[in-house]
Structures are given as C-alpha cells and as structure tokens.
C-alpha cells in the first residue's frame, strides 16, 4: 500500500531555530506539495513541484522558507528562522498531475516556543 | 465569490440519518473535483471524485451543478464512523493547473 511519509512527525523548537521537513511522495508519482494547516487558515499550499522543478512558491513567505527536491524521493521544506506564528502541521501530498486526486502524507506538527 | 467556499457547521446528526454539505466555488473552467475526508489530528483522505454530474459509491453520493458553481455530499444511513470533516477540493485557475483548492471544511458529528 503505497503511501507518502513524512519525518519528523513532531516538531518542538525555539524561535529562531532552523527546522527541516522531509517528505518522501508515492514511487511515480511526478508532482509535490507542502501545504499548512491551521485553525484559522485551513489548508494553505506552500509550494509545489512538477519532475522536481518548482512550479509555484507564491504561497510561502519567501524571507523565510525554501522548499527543494533534491532527488524524485525527497523534497525538504526548511524554515530558517523558525517563528511562533510558523506554528502548524505542515502536509505534503503528491499526485499525478492535472485534475488528479492528491494522496497527503501524515503531516509534521511543528511548534514554534 | 471566494474560490471555494463551505459552511463550517457543525453538523450534529443521530446515527441512521441523512445529512447533505454544499459547496460553492468560483472558477467556472473547473473540470474535476472531489471530496476528501479528515479525521481529528489526521491528514486529508480522499473520499469521492467527482467528473461529470456525480458519483455514487455506496452510502455517499456526489453531485455537481455546473450552472450554478456548486458541489453536493450527500450521506445516507449516517454511521459513527463517519464524524470527521469533509474538505470541498476544486482545482487551481487555468486549464490543466496542479494545484487543488481546499475548502475549510465541514465538521460532522454523529451521535448514537
């Protein structure tokens, strides 16, 4: 059963600290997404990437965070320097392409102290 | 209109009843959308895609209105199991855009 896994699951950091996520998406699967979840936003995508060129990062505060995909089973999100307001589970999904379904991995909890 | 819009509920329902969510969205050119499920502390999970007019698969029924904008879950014989929040998705502007919309979510509750 393939499935998109995410380290760590958990996060607890101070601010100003560097924080890396890693995402490893299904085997064939040629687009990745970060996304955030909170209360008050929802789902919010980050960025994303399509044969690992990123195709749109207008949704992260670019002073801060990067999104990479240094080969086609790794992408990173890292923020740096991490802020209480960064505060959120943050998912990554993969997926097909065009108009397909999206298949999320269990998300990283970060808290920012 | 916001891209994607939904009401929050909750939606408190007993076990056995049916319940109905709408959703309306704002970018006419979309061809595909789908609901998905999330469970508390969980990640989003696929539900239903919806194509064309709708999709039915078992007790959970899909149905889209063009004309006015608008997609519909509908949940016979409601279960326990199925308290959770179902997130309207619709694709991003422009033909052929990889990006998904997420609504905020409608929460369900159902009670014995």
């Known amino acids: 059963d393939a499935r998109v896994t995410q380290t760590p699951r958990h996060k607890v950091t101070e601010m100003g600290q560097e924080v890396t996520m890693r995402c490893q998406p299904i085997l064939g699967h040629n687009t990745v997404f970060w996304y955030r979840q909170t209360m008050m936003q929802g789902l919010e995508l980050l960025a994303y990437?399509?044969?690992?060129?990123?195709?749109?990062d207008s949704g992260m505060p670019k002073d801060r965070f990067s999104a990479e995909m240094p080969d086609a089973t790794l992408a990173t999100l890292k923020i740096q320097p991490s802020e209480p307001r960064d505060s959120a589970v943050y998912f990554c999904a993969s997926g097909l392409g065009p108009s397909y379904e999206q298949y999320f991995g269990p998300g990283t909890r970060l808290t920012v102290t | 209109r916001k891209e994607v819009e939904q009401d929050p509920g909750p939606f408190n329902v007993p076990e056995g009843a049916t319940v109905a969510f709408n959703c309306t969205y704002s970018n006419s050119a979309s061809q595909s959308f789908f609901w998905y499920r999330q469970d508390c502390r969980k990640e989003p999970k696929l539900l239903m895609s919806?194509?064309?007019s709708g999709n039915e698969d078992g007790r959970f029924t899909a149905q889209l209105n063009r004309a006015s904008q608008y997609i519909s879950l509908l949940i016979r014989d409601s279960k326990l199991s199925d308290s959770a929040t179902y997130l309207c998705v619709v694709p991003g502007r422009g033909a052929g855009s990889y990006q998904l919309t997420f609504g905020k979510g409608t929460k369900l509750s159902v009670i014995p």
């Open positions: 919806v194509y064309s």
């Open positions: 990437f399509r044969n690992r060129a990123p195709l749109d």
